[in-house]
């Protein structure tokens, strides 16, 4: 079992585990989340309610990595609002310099932080819309990054 476990995050990266993106997230067990939780996975789900619903997670991982997720849900009018927050720590990442090379090993704290706004709208008895925005900012030596 970890075995399959390391291919998966091996072959297919961490963040895609975690944060699915939209068709990936519908062929998974999470686009069956609820409430403020569907801002992550599947917001044609979001539920938000007449009063605001929050959602809130830490997750220890393997050595020392951990995420912490924040979720808030609103409805308005006939429109269901979520905003989230996810802070992934990566924790201590060892850096090799190149080779052949004087320098020591160096190491740094690497994190991912994503912020998502979404949306439903029900356009059925049966059947829901919805969309996300995400923003990711990535801190990792070689693939630091925005999106």
Not at 13 to 29: C, D, E, K, R
Not at 117 to 127: D, F, P, Q, T, Y
Request: a negative charge.
């Amino acid at each position: 079992m970890s075995l399959l476990i390391f291919l998966l995050i091996s072959s297919s990266g961490v963040n895609s585990l975690l944060l699915p993106a939209s068709p990936a997230g519908v062929s998974t067990s999470f686009s069956i989340s609820k409430d403020a939780e569907a801002v992550f996975y599947n917001p044609a789900n979001l539920n938000g309610y007449e009063d605001y619903n929050l959602y809130c997670s830490y997750n220890r991982f393997y050595l020392s990595m951990q995420s912490v997720s924040l979720a808030l849900s609103k409805k308005i009018k006939s429109i269901d609002f979520g905003l989230a927050f996810i802070n992934f720590d990566y924790g201590d990442i060892e850096w090799h310099p190149n080779y052949p090379s004087e320098d020591s090993l160096v190491y740094y704290t690497a994190n991912d932080f994503s912020m998502i706004l979404s949306s439903k709208i029900a356009v059925s008895e049966n059947g829901n819309v919805g969309i996300s925005i995400k923003y990711i900012s990535e801190s990792i030596y070689i693939y630091s990054d925005h999106a």
